[in-house]
């Protein structure tokens, strides 16, 4: 089975600080994605990457960047967080969208 | 721009019965593909079920099935046989290049 790792379940961070939440898929997928999920808003799609030092921004990019260095790894950074960044992050990976997504099981993120 | 729509917020059935949740789109693609993801308190979001646009045949996996329509831009998801399990948040969404999904609907199963 497809398997994306995100590697913290719950994230305290301060206003200001730098923030790096890190995934890493294991079945040699070719995209990757990041979304954030609120009350009421569903999911939204941050950034997206088709190839390895390759990135496109989805809906609400704003506030957030991404590095894809290797295949495996997609990291979502955000450079400045701000209270209206907590939020629960999700990652996910396709080889083909055809398929649907595998999710990982989540970050929830506090800026405080 | 794509949109998914989910209208009823909350939705609840009592155990062994039948309940239908509502998804509407709209794309001006023709081909395309839909899906309802099944997301627990794990936060874990898992697939349930995967509808072709091309195939006028409904989807099944055992208890769930759809109603698609694609001249309506209808794809309701009919949970039957209701158990404690499925109580979760249910999204619809769509996909031609990148999945956009709908706001979720909060299912409550009672016994």
């Known amino acids: 089975d497809v398997k994306v790792t995100q590697s913290s379940r719950y994230l305290v961070k301060r206003t200001g600080e730098k923030v790096f939440l890190e995934c890493v898929q294991d079945?040699?997928?070719?995209?990757m994605f990041w979304y954030r999920q609120d009350p009421g808003l569903g999911l939204r799609l941050i950034y997206f990457?088709?190839?390895?030092?390759?990135?496109e921004k989805g809906d609400i990019p704003e506030g957030y960047s991404v590095s894809r260095e290797k295949k495996e790894r997609f990291s979502l950074i955000l450079e400045s967080a701000s209270t209206n960044q907590t939020s629960m992050y999700l990652c996910?990976?396709?080889?083909?969208?055809?398929?649907?997504?595998?999710f990982g099981s989540g970050t929830r993120l506090t800026v405080v | 721009a794509q949109t998914v729509t989910q209208s009823q917020p909350e939705m609840s059935v009592q155990e062994a019965e039948t309940v239908t949740l509502s998804c509407t789109y709209d794309?001006?693609?023709?081909?395309?593909?839909l899906f309802w993801y099944k997301q627990p308190p794990s936060r874990q979001m898992i697939l349930v079920i995967r509808?072709?646009?091309?195939?006028?045949q409904n989807a099944t996996e055992n208890r769930f099935s759809v109603n698609f329509q694609k001249a309506a831009k209808s794809f309701s998801l009919k949970i039957s046989d209701s158990q404690l399990g499925d109580a979760a948040m249910y999204f619809c969404?769509?996909?031609?290049?990148?999945?956009?999904f709908g706001t979720g609907t909060r299912l409550q199963v009672f016994p």
């Open positions: 509808q072709e646009a091309y195939k006028q």
């Open positions: 794309t001006s693609e023709s081909d395309y593909y």
């Open positions: 996910a990976s396709s080889m083909f969208g055809s398929e649907g997504y595998t």
């Open positions: 969404a769509f996909n031609t290049d990148k999945l956009i």
């Open positions: 990457s088709y190839d390895v030092k390759m990135k």
């Open positions: 079945m040699d997928h070719e995209n």
